[in-house]
């Protein structure tokens, strides 16, 4: 599993650098980024999973006191909740639900339909039969779980791919089965489960100034104009951001017109998997910690200039937990540090919080852009 290789990896740097064990850390005592997010008028959130915050108090101190509102990263999925056929599993997702109600936080569910996330019985039988009460029940099922708890959803996760359809929707078993359509049909079956809740599509890639993802820009808003003008329930579009400091270049007219384009659609928009990829790992930590914070900085001034972007959501609170893989440059200087010829790089650090719950300059990044930048309404 990823995660554990990840801690042996970082308990084995540590003893290398000959680091003492640092003690559990809390969210730090100045404004937190729930507060600014709040007082801008906005939300401001990160993935989690209840297994962590039940381990882990100090990741939990800090979730409680930065974030109102939790997206469940894994256990709403639907190869999570249904991986045999028959057996619905929500444990885990009602005890982050139960957390985010005792906390006082609102829950972004994550994800209805996912390419990525159909489990194998689904997909033989959507397959074999194209029978699209399989969808159905499984979005009536979940939504309706949560119909009281639960306020927005991401109906249909990374719809887009290019270089395959005119459309450009991503090839797979829910497209082949029922066609374009499928879009529709599932905004329609979320929103009959939950007639309040927010509908979105969510996905990545819409960042940057290359060609792949100015393709991706325009392909997202036509689907959204699509589906606006027959009437769908879609309410709003999650904007992942896993920021890259080696794709680059960022253009800020670039991207702030897209957010324009698709606000005037009438949608809400949301900042949804925020992180950032690491370039150069044999950097210093501090100059490491200044690149991070100074794209994130540039991002967060377009998107937060814009009305319709109504909350800003980390992909994981902690580096600790990051899905960002130790890069093998980072894998090298452990080997190297093992052999005593050095420092190593740790993490990737492109979270509000390192390894050991202390703020990064990535968090008062983003709580300089709330603060700066107050939703004009």
Not at 277 to 301: F, N, S
Not at 339 to 353: E, H, K, V
Request: net charge negative.
């Amino acid at each position: 599993m990823r995660l554990d290789r990840r801690r042996v990896l970082g308990g084995a740097l540590a003893l290398a650098l000959g680091q003492p064990a640092r003690p559990a850390r809390a969210a730090p005592a100045d404004t937190s980024l729930r507060e600014a997010a709040a007082r801008s008028g906005r939300h401001f959130g990160t993935a989690m999973r209840a297994e962590f915050l039940a381990a882990e108090p100090d990741l939990g101190a800090a979730t409680v006191a930065e974030c109102s509102q939790l997206t469940p990263e894994l256990s709403m999925k639907w190869e999570a909740i249904a991986f045999h056929n028959g057996e619905a599993n929500y444990a885990s997702a009602d005890a982050l639900v139960r957390f985010a109600r005792e906390n006082a936080m609102a829950v972004h569910g994550h994800t209805l339909l996912w390419h990525r996330s159909i489990p194998a019985w689904a997909a033989d039988a959507l397959s074999t039969d194209g029978d699209w009460g399989v969808v159905a029940r499984h979005i009536a099922a979940t939504v309706g779980r949560y119909r009281d708890t639960v306020a927005s959803w991401d109906v249909v996760n990374e719809p887009i791919d290019t270089g395959r359809r005119m459309d450009g929707l991503r090839e797979g078993v829910l497209l082949s089965a029922f066609g374009p359509d499928y879009i529709r049909r599932a905004l329609e079956a979320a929103g009959e489960a939950a007639p309040a809740a927010r509908l979105f599509l969510n996905d990545y890639g819409l960042d940057y100034e290359i060609p792949v993802e100015k393709d991706r820009r325009y392909l997202l808003l036509k689907l959204a104009e699509r589906l606006r003008a027959a009437g769908v329930p879609l309410h709003g579009v999650g904007i992942q951001a896993h920021l890259d400091l080696a794709k680059g270049p960022f253009d800020e007219r670039a991207f702030a017109g897209f957010l324009a384009d698709l606000a005037a659609l009438g949608l809400e928009l949301r900042i949804t998997e925020l992180d950032v990829r690491e370039q150069d790992y044999l950097a210093p930590a501090p100059l490491r910690d200044r690149l991070i914070a100074d794209h994130v900085k540039r991002y967060l001034d377009v998107a937060l200039d814009c009305p319709a972007v109504r909350g800003v959501t980390t992909w994981g609170l902690s580096s600790r937990h990051s899905w960002l893989e130790i890069e093998p440059a980072a894998l090298d200087f452990y080997w190297r540090v093992s052999a005593g010829q050095g420092p190593g790089p740790g993490f990737n650090r492109g979270l509000p919080f390192d390894s050991d719950m202390r703020p990064t300059p990535m968090r008062e990044a983003i709580l300089a852009a709330l603060e700066r930048r107050p939703l004009r309404v």
